[in-house]
């Protein structure tokens, strides 16, 4: 340890830790360069593997050796890293990391002080014999490709002692109030978001940005706008432009980058394309707004048009894309899911199916509060609710009515979780819990039921119509449960409490019949045949079945099309669309005698918001006089409110009637 002198004396002591730490299982790590996995230390290996010897022995700085041996011992007594990958391909990368930072960072002494460029060493590795993918990334084994910065920024971070937002990478971990959905903590997209390869001149600006939004929004939308805005600054700058250009942009900037975006992203869908758009105008707005000094001169309304954005698919487009489980498999699956090779997993698809929640927020139930008893004063008992947080629409604590037996299973789950946790393995208390190993303290994970789900589709044979293996889709079953409760007779308001939707459009989309039900209650209605309507004179008949004056009448569907649908003050108004009425269009409020104050402001205001609703209902079901009358409506009202807001009263009459 010659070198050692040259650590930067503010980071001797965590230089230190790092020797600490290494010096454990009596200095095995810290005094041996090659690590056999038949020591002691390593306990039983109960895998068979042709390699045996971790090599580190031919790295001739110190410091740099140290620095890997504490990021592998860290990384493998935590299990982020298994023992297999460290033998059968980390040291193999490490070696071409060595000998990259040897031939261009010979004066470097810690991975603190060196930065890799990607492109330089994507240049290394393709010199050293590794092939490009059609896309042009390495088409190595990921470690090889990521390696020049995984020990780098493990190591950058252990030694930077900042606040964490003033970093250069931010863990979600080190940041209170992130918001991960605990079922995604192993996603990549959770657990850091970089800023390294932002422009110096932005960064800061970037990072401010972003602190202002990383605990409102999830924290994998925080990491997709980071992507998204890593393209943005590339492009620009990879286009000649240089520092300054946000401040100096114009719209013909912005057309180029529409153009750019056009031509990177022309095999995918509007939604795709639309984020690279809203994202950075929102970005832009927001720091202007804020009165960033890099903020742009010119009003970003006139930079970014709304028209710009590419239309994105409406809650109506993705919900006629619903999945349900069709019922020959659904019933399969319910009949075989106690013979799951993983029994852990039988209790929560058996939840699944009984609520209809996400499989996140079944996987985020706690056992220390996720059953409670409320009692019925009807029946004179008690019933069992199951409790849970749904994160993905903030509802802290959602309640829904269970069955007993459901109960009764869940209670178990409850008694098996407190006998196996502990402080340290289960600090949260989740019902269904990872014991040991890298996700350990998290809850189960959710791609590993799914692939135990889809395990017992092949061991079963369950196949679709088209005779193929069926694919199952977790989510699947939220939407079949809805469709459950819909065809049960259960009010679309109670399901949505139930599901634990934002809105009720939401609902009313997910919650759509079979095809089977829908013709059941069709034909049904078709059958009692009561109702027709004279063409003529439009008058409802109560038709004799036995009579044969069937020429001037048609079905009541007759009066369904022809009917308006407008809103009107404290309802709604079905007259036959031919009829002509003179109240329903002509309120009181073109009354000469009308007065109305600002007292009336509130009802105006939500009188509004229901036309709205009525206009959303009449375009989407095609209705074009209800739309067009209903806004009608909605300019006088909101004419109306404005000369409220401005002169406080309005009465056409008052000034004559204060003469008399």
């Not at 011992?73 to 982020?80: A, D, H, M, R, T």
């Not at 056009?262 to 720091?287: C, G, H, M, Q």
């Not at 098996?416 to 402080?423: D, H, M, N, R, V």
């Not at 909101?638 to 003469?659: P, W, Y």
Request: proline share 3%; with cysteine.
């Amino acid at each position: 340890m010659d070198n050692l002198q040259l650590i930067k004396s503010n980071k001797q002591s965590k230089y230190d830790e790092i020797i600490e730490y290494l010096k454990q299982d009596n200095g095995y790590w810290l005094g041996n360069d090659k690590w056999n996995i038949e020591d002691e230390v390593f306990g039983e290996v109960e895998y068979k593997v042709n390699v045996k010897n971790i090599r580190l022995d031919f790295i001739r700085n110190e410091i740099l050796k140290n620095e890997i041996k504490y990021y592998l011992v860290y990384s493998l007594k935590n299990k982020y890293i298994s023992l297999s990958a460290i033998l059968n391909e980390y040291q193999y990368a490490i070696k071409y990391l060595i000998q990259y930072i040897e031939l261009n960072y010979s004066n470097k002494i810690s991975f603190d002080d060196i930065d890799i460029e990607p492109m330089r060493w994507k240049m290394f590795m393709l010199q050293n014999g590794f092939k490009t993918a059609k896309k042009g990334t390495l088409s190595c084994n990921s470690m090889y490709r990521e390696m020049y910065h995984l020990i780098s920024d493990f190591i950058k971070d252990f030694y930077d002692d900042r606040e964490e937002t003033e970093k250069d990478i931010w863990y979600s971990k080190n940041i209170k109030g992130a918001k991960i959905p605990a079922s995604g903590a192993n996603n990549p997209k959770n657990i850091s978001i970089t800023f390294y390869n932002f422009p110096i001149y932005y960064k800061e600006i970037v990072k401010r940005y972003f602190k202002s939004i990383i605990t409102k929004k999830s924290w994998s939308h925080c990491w997709e706008i980071s992507t998204i805005l890593n393209y943005f600054f590339n492009k620009f700058y990879s286009n000649r432009y240089e520092d300054g250009f946000i401040e100096n942009l114009s719209r013909q900037d912005i057309e180029n980058y529409l153009y750019w975006i056009n031509n990177d992203y022309k095999d995918k869908n509007a939604t795709y394309k639309s984020k690279f758009v809203s994202y950075i105008r929102t970005f832009l707005e927001y720091i202007q707004i804020a009165q960033y000094d890099k903020a742009p001169k010119k009003e970003v309304a006139f930079l970014i048009f709304q028209d710009d954005i590419p239309r994105r698919e409406y809650v109506q487009d993705e919900m006629r894309r619903v999945k349900f489980v069709p019922e020959p498999i659904l019933k399969q699956l319910d009949n075989n899911i106690l013979e799951l090779d993983r029994p852990q997993y039988i209790p929560i698809y058996i939840l699944l199916r009984e609520t209809g929640w996400r499989g996140t927020d079944i996987l985020n139930l706690r056992y220390d509060n996720c059953l409670e008893q409320i009692w019925n004063s009807k029946e004179q008992k008690y019933n069992y609710y199951l409790c849970g947080e749904i994160t993905k629409t903030g509802i802290a604590q959602l309640k829904i009515p269970v069955r007993d037996k459901v109960a009764e299973m869940v209670q178990k789950s409850i008694d098996k979780a407190k006998e196996l946790s502990t402080e340290e393995n289960n600090p949260k208390k989740y019902l269904f819990n990872t014991y040991e190993g890298k996700l350990k303290g998290k809850p189960l994970n959710k791609a590993s039921l799914l692939n135990t789900i889809q395990r017992l589709i092949e061991q079963k044979d369950i196949r679709d119509v088209n005779g193929e293996l069926y694919h199952f889709r977790l989510h699947s079953l939220r939407h079949t449960r809805a469709k459950e409760y819909v065809e049960q007779g259960m009010g679309i308001s109670i399901i949505q409490q139930i599901l634990g939707h934002q809105s009720l459009q939401m609902t009313v989309h997910y919650a759509t019949v079979t095809e089977n039900t829908l013709y059941e209650k069709w034909k049904n209605t078709e059958d009692l045949d009561l109702f027709r309507v004279n063409t003529e004179t439009h008058e409802l008949k109560q038709v004799d079945l036995n009579s044969d004056d069937g020429e001037n009448l048609i079905r009541y569907e007759y009066v369904k099309k022809n009917l308006d649908a407008v809103r009107v003050p404290f309802g709604v108004c079905f007259k036959p669309s031919k009829l002509p009425c003179k109240q329903q269009m002509n309120h009181c409020l073109t009354c000469a005698s009308f007065c109305t104050t600002v007292e009336n402001i509130p009802e105006y205001e939500e009188e509004i918001d229901h036309v709205k609703k009525q206009i959303e209902v009449s375009e989407r079901c095609g209705r074009e006089l209800w739309a067009e009358k209903n806004k009608g409506y909605l300019e006088l009202l909101e004419k109306t409110l404005q000369t409220v807001k401005e002169q406080k009263i309005v009465h056409k009459n008052g000034n004559s009637r204060e003469d008399n």
